[in-house]
């Protein structure tokens, strides 16, 4: 009972410890979801814009980035012609995109 008990305890305390590792990262998230079209570390490419100096992502709140990011931009609401596709809406969680946010305003700044 008494070595069960300690185990137990080993395990909470292993779990406390990785909870930080767990939490969402804008940069890694950015690596494999974002990259392929707007470049690493948010340079852009020749598919989609960069990020850096990005006047829409510094001069625009939280809210309208993650609905960019949440429902895409296409069609008549495309920005960029010089891109031929539009932006596909991502699926990630809202911790996801706000560190993703986070990560990319870095840049824009
Ligand atoms: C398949 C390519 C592709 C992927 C993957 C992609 N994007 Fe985009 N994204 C685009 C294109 C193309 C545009 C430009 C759309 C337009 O013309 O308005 C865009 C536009 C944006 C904009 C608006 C930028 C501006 O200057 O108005 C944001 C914000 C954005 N993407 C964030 C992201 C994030 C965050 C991810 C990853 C989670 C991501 N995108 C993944 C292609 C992509």
Redesign the pocket.
């Known amino acids: 009972m008494k070595r069960l008990l300690g185990l137990g305890l080993t395990f909470a305390v292993a779990l406390a410890f990785s909870a930080p590792a767990l939490a969402a990262d804008g940069a890694t998230?950015?690596k494999s979801?974002?990259?392929?079209?707007?470049g690493q570390d948010g340079a852009g490419s020749a598919?989609?814009?960069a990020?850096k100096g990005?006047?829409?992502?510094k001069n625009?709140s939280e809210t309208d980035?993650a609905n960019?990011?949440k429902n895409?931009?296409?069609g008549a609401?495309?920005?960029?012609?010089q891109?031929?596709?539009?932006?596909?809406k991502?699926t990630?969680n809202d911790d996801?995109?706000k560190a993703?946010?986070t990560q990319?305003k870095t840049w824009a700044n």
């Not at 990005?54 to 992502?57: G, L, Q, S, V």
């Not at 609401?77 to 012609?81: G, N, Q, R």
């Open positions: 998230i950015f979801k974002c990259s392929a079209c707007h598919m989609a814009p990020f990005n006047e829409f992502i625009s980035i960019v990011i895409g931009r296409n609401e495309k920005k960029y012609k891109f031929a596709i539009g932006m596909p991502q990630l996801e995109i993703v946010i990319i």
